[in-house]
């Protein structure tokens, strides 16, 4: 039992939140090593001053999964005998799942009948699609039962009645009027979302577009604007280089008549 004293300290470190309720077992069977565990879990490091709870599943090939619940009292034995005996009670209990798990183990138990033992994972509107179809199906089945039982085919039975009952009274009372109401509201507000993205779309489109055609104009003209300054300075070279020949010959003119 010290390995158990290890990990349930290094557990309840890990989980300071987390409240010790009982242990669970992979067997249907009770022995003195169920009673020494059962007793074990029920000392001050454990569940006391509550009694523990056992969980035993069944996983045996072939069967279905049966869960059990149990705690224990103590039985007048001798004090040698008292660390491994107890006698184990069944308590009611009740298996609790959210949606998620659910859809998980419907998905593995799909993989059951596959030969490849593999399933397809569905998406969020195919999930819906077959939960609707799972829906009417049970109400396709209801119907029935209750027509049987109105036609005197099929033996009336009150717990079922009632539970039905209690079914119907969860359901909230809505007029089909406010349904329709209501499913055209969403329309109408998908329809603007989807306009108003449509239009940022559109609008981050033209912006990309304009800012390409300024770039490229932008450069055009700069390709411009260099070739037209290089002719003018050629331009500018070859009229000092004339003006400075005109003054040369003039001088020269001058010097001959000085000379005659």
Known sequence: MEYQKQMLALHLKANPKEVLVGWYATSSELNTFSALI???????????????VHL????????????????????????????????????PHEIRYGETEKNGLEAIANARDAEDRQTNIFTDIEALERAIEEVIGMIDRVSKYVEAVIDEEAP????????????????????PADI?????????????VSYLANTIRTQMELSNRLATAQLTLGGAESANAGESGQRNQRGGKG????????????????TEEVRA
């Open 38 to 52: 059962q007793n074990f879990y029920g000392q001050s490091d454990g569940t006391w001053p509550h009694p523990a």
């Open 56 to 91: 035993t599943v069944s996983t045996e090939p072939g069967k279905d999964i049966e869960t059990r619940a149990y705690i224990s009292a103590p039985v007048g034995v001798t004090v040698e005998r008292a660390a491994d005996s107890a006698a184990f009670i069944p308590v």
């Open 156 to 175: 009336a039975s009150t717990a079922l009645g009632q539970f039905l009952l209690n079914a119907l009274a969860l359901a909230p009372k809505v007029e």
């Open 180 to 192: 329709e109401r209501d499913f055209n509201n969403h329309i109408q507000d998908v329809l603007v």
């Open 239 to 254: 009229g000092r280089g004339g003006r400075e020949g005109h003054q040369q010959r003039n001088q020269e003119r001058n």
